[in-house]
């Protein structure tokens, strides 16, 4: 049986750089630096990095729970 390629610890590094990437991208987007004619939501950017960004908190939530309990 395969295992799988992938550990906790892998999966919240690539959160945490999707996160920090889509926050930045929001922020650059913001009407405050300027006109961008992008055809991207600003809303739906700034949703994703918020969700990206909760989704890594709850992976390091489950790794100090994993250090704290012993597992």
């Known amino acids: ?13 690539l959160l945490a750089v999707a996160a920090i990437i889509l926050l930045i991208t929001s922020e650059l987007l913001s009407p405050y630096y300027g006109t961008a004619n992008l055809k991207i939501s600003r809303k739906r950017l700034r949703n994703s990095a918020l969700a990206t960004s909760i ?16 597992f």
């Open 1 to 13: 049986m395969m295992a799988f390629p992938l550990g906790l610890w892998d999966i919240s590094l």
């Open 55 to 70: 989704l890594f908190l709850v992976t390091v939530a489950i790794r100090i729970a994993s250090i704290i309990l012993g």
